[in-house]
């Protein structure tokens, strides 16, 4: 793993994940998770801030997304994607770390770090921020997501088309993205056409189902979390609910909830100053109290 910079991990079974590192070589470390159809670039603006503010900051592609290794036969593999692979992908790096991070998982990175640190002992993370996700969620808001990721198997004859899809995608925010900040987004194929980052076998795998089988697994490991949580939801997300929030905090107790106002699922990119402030913050009190992985905070 890169002291600083860009660089590759190998995964257990084979695969390279492409992960970034800023921030001192001895500050306490962020271990950040992005979403399913997602890459290492959602955390951009959240990453260089807070290792300005001294925080040692990690982030990395998941397996099939952005620069990360894909299985080599994809949905027709006899191993396929599973969640699994996930969530050892992001034990493998949590502990590659020099003490137990604070992981941020935004939804499927969340619940991989749910799992994670509800089923393993001792903690492999000092503590958990999970963004705009619960163990249990709202289908249609998964749905719209999936939607999208499945809209245009073709692709785009230009930049111009898919930066016209996303702003279709997500209305409420102003302006639309540049052809640099789509290019880590997208990818040319052999016929010309630009295709989203991931491998098209995530979706054909049966990874999404899976997703569904997964929740007694979720909810039997939240309640079996005992380190300090800040669960952060967008006062506008479709994804997440007061139900299902209420739902959560009755489960781990202990956790603390922040609705940022505005936000949607895309919470990072829709509301990124004041995502990144509730982290910081949520990081000080770690410190002032000392935390450290089994130790909750009243």
């Known amino acids: ?20 590192t800023c921030g001192a070589a001895d500050a306490p470390t962020l271990l950040f998770a992005h979403g399913f159809g997602q ?27 952005g620069e990360s290794g894909r299985l080599p036969d994809g949905a027709d593999s006899k191993v396929g994607y599973h969640m699994q692979q996930f969530a050892d992908d992001m034990l493998a790096l949590a502990r590659a770390q020099p003490e137990p991070p604070v992981l941020v998982g935004a ?19 000092r503590a958990l ?16 997501i999936l939607a999208f990721m499945q809209a245009h198997p073709d692709g785009f004859a230009d930049y111009a088309e898919a930066a016209e899809q ?3 995608y997500l209305p409420h925010r102003t302006g639309r993205k540049s052809e640099e900040q789509l290019k880590p987004l997208l990818r040319e194929g052999a016929d010309g056409r630009l295709r989203w980052h991931w491998d098209p076998a995530l979706l054909a795998s049966g990874l999404v189902a899976e997703s569904e089988r997964y929740q007694p697994r979720l909810f039997a490991a939240a309640a079996q979390v005992d380190v300090p949580v800040l669960l952060l939801s967008g006062a506008r997300s479709d994804v997440v609910s007061h139900a299902t929030v ?5 489960l781990v107790p ?15 990119g829709d509301a990124n100053d004041a995502f990144t402030r ?6 000080r009190t770690l410190d002032d109290a000392g935390a450290r992985p089994g130790e909750r905070i009243a």
């Open 166 to 168: 996303i702003a279709s």
């Open 278 to 283: 509730e982290i910081a913050s949520f990081i």
């Open 1 to 20: 793993m890169p002291a600083s910079g860009t660089g590759y991990v190998a995964t257990a079974d084979g695969l390279r994940l492409a992960v970034e």
């Open 129 to 144: 921020v999970l963004v705009d996700i619960t163990p249990r969620w709202e289908t249609k808001g998964v749905e719209r």
């Open 246 to 250: 209420a739902e959560f905090l009755q």
């Open 39 to 65: 890459t290492r670039g959602a955390w951009g603006g959240t990453v260089a801030a807070l290792a300005a503010q001294g925080c040692r900051c990690v982030s990395y592609d998941a397996r099939g997304h």
């Open 254 to 268: 202990h956790a603390r909830h922040v609705e940022v106002a505005g936000a949607t699922h895309m919470l990072a």
């Open 107 to 125: 939804s499927m990175g969340g619940l991989l770090g749910l799992v994670a640190a509800g089923e393993t002992r001792p903690p492999p993370f």
